[in-house]
């Protein structure tokens, strides 16, 4: 077993377990062995078979990212960023999902550049939201990433005949399918060689799934001791729809059915009942999200895209709830994340106060281990495990670094991530990813993008093209 000590950090973060909460510790020591942390602070003086010079470093955990699609977001570079319908409250999500179709056979290569993106800028554990395609295994396991691997499934496809009317397609059997195709994908995931890689139940949104689906899933995770997760209060049009069939809004409806608590997490929760979005008449969704132990995937960037934020950060934390952080889009970089969600939360509120540094950091490290029912990562400390991230001091982005994690999150973000270790095997070195190739990947994936813009007619419908639904930035001359 190799133990490795970075010698004289000049900074790490490191964890008070009694406190709860993620300290400083300056010039002192790291020492992992095979996949564990074994020491951390002063007063190391055993043997090393690795020594890293720690002197111009920040030793931090890897961070835990609770919500993400790599093995379709990549696919929308270029086309996302501006791409909203306003007749559909400014989601694109619903005209993308049936305009832009996807081959299975490419997302592996649109997965292997998620992975990098995430690796780069220091995650080291994902719950990657994905569907059954050739290859997902292999290659969440190639990547070295710590995978919670979650096959999604449904009762319904959405589809649309105008852009302001949104429609179901409901296939209960196909739901069922889906399940069973997830239960032996996560299996799959769990005998993985490589330890890393465990299952999450996902059926995929709280407005496709029936409530005998919903329920099924919920005591299939209870039954496993596995995460539960589904998109809920993630846009008006949703929100309208459960009211419509319920009375009430999704959050409410999925407590009557029983979908919350410790181990459920909820993608997003932004269009919650008292969201300035919809001004329902209750006031009950951010108690109920608060006394059940339901966690929140906080993703700020998709949304900040079409004009619309988490009413806010802050009040969420204020109120008890655990909150975890996803990109949920590309880039797939985790520590831009924490800066939107600062701004936004402060903005939102009105109040510099609203978060800090310190909370979208906790969101995006141990509370992303809570809401994945675990305790030994996202954290620096004897027994958890040997998931970290060296950040270059030296890095004219962290210069001068008076406080390094807000010049990371404020200013460097993925530009001073030098080396990344999961499970103690290093996957990252010198900026570069060591597991995977970065460059193939994108080449491919632009020849599958390719494809896919051509195709979009053949599915959109209205028979547009990609550039009618989502034009350049510019006017070509």
């Known amino acids: 077993m190799q133990t490795t000590i970075v010698k004289n950090a000049a900074w790490i973060v490191a964890w008070d377990d009694a406190a709860n909460e993620h300290v400083y510790l300056t010039d002192t020591d790291l020492v992992f062995a095979g996949d564990r942390i074994t020491h951390v602070g002063a007063g190391h003086d055993g043997k090393a078979d690795v020594t890293i010079d720690g002197r111009n470093l920040m030793a931090m955990p890897g961070l835990v990212n609770v919500h993400a699609h790599p093995c379709v977001e990549p696919f929308y570079k270029g086309y996302r960023e501006e791409h909203g319908v306003p007749s559909m409250y400014m989601t694109g999500l619903y005209e993308r999902a049936q305009g832009f179709g996807l081959d299975v056979n490419d997302m592996a290569d649109a997965t292997t550049v998620g992975y990098c993106e995430l690796l ?141 608590g410790e181990g459920v997490i909820f993608g997003h929760a932004i269009f919650i009942d008292d969201s300035s979005w919809v001004n329902w008449a209750s006031h009950r969704d951010i108690d109920i999200l608060a006394e059940t132990g339901t966690s929140v995937a906080h993703c700020p960037s998709p949304f900040a895209r079409y004009g619309q934020t988490l009413e806010n950060f802050g009040r969420y934390r204020q109120a008890g709830i655990n909150l975890g952080m996803g990109t949920d889009v590309a880039p797939h970089n985790l520590i831009e994340e924490m800066r939107l969600a600062t701004i936004l939360a402060r903005v939102s509120a009105r109040d510099i106060r609203a978060a800090g540094t310190a909370d979208v950091f906790h969101a995006a490290t141990a509370g992303g281990a809570k809401a994945l029912m675990r305790d030994d990562i996202g954290r620096l400390a004897p027994g958890a495990k040997a998931d970290l991230v060296l950040v270059d001091l030296d890095n004219v982005y962290m210069q001068p670094a008076r406080d390094p994690l807000r010049c990371l999150v404020y200013t460097a973000a993925d530009r001073a991530v030098r080396d990344v270790f999961v499970d103690g095997r290093q996957v990252v070195g010198d900026g570069k990813v060591l597991t995977m190739d970065h460059r193939a990947a994108l080449a491919r994936l632009a020849d599958a993008q390719a494809r896919m813009h051509r195709d979009v007619p053949n599915h959109d419908f209205a028979k547009r093209s990609a550039d009618q639904l989502s034009p350049l930035s510019l006017r070509l001359a």
């Open 120 to 260: 780069l800028s220091g995650v080291t554990s994902v719950c990657d939201q994905g569907f059954a395609y050739p290859g997902w295994i292999e290659t969440i396991g190639a990547s070295g990433l710590r995978g919670f691997v979650a096959p999604g499934y449904a009762s319904a496809q959405w589809y649309m005949t105008s852009t302001h009317d949104l429609k179901y397609r409901w296939d209960e059997a196909a739901g069922r399918k889906g399940l069973d195709e997830a239960i032996a994908l996560m299996d799959e995931a769990e005998r993985h060689n490589s330890g890393r890689l465990s299952g999450v139940v996902f059926p995929a949104q709280i407005d496709t799934c029936s409530e005998e689906l919903l329920r099924d899933s919920m005591a299939l995770a209870r039954q496993t001791g596995r995460p539960i997760t589904t998109h809920v209060a993630q846009g008006v049009l949703e929100f309208l729809e459960m009211v419509r069939r319920h009375g009430k809004s999704p959050v409410q409806w999925a407590n009557d059915v029983g979908f919350v």
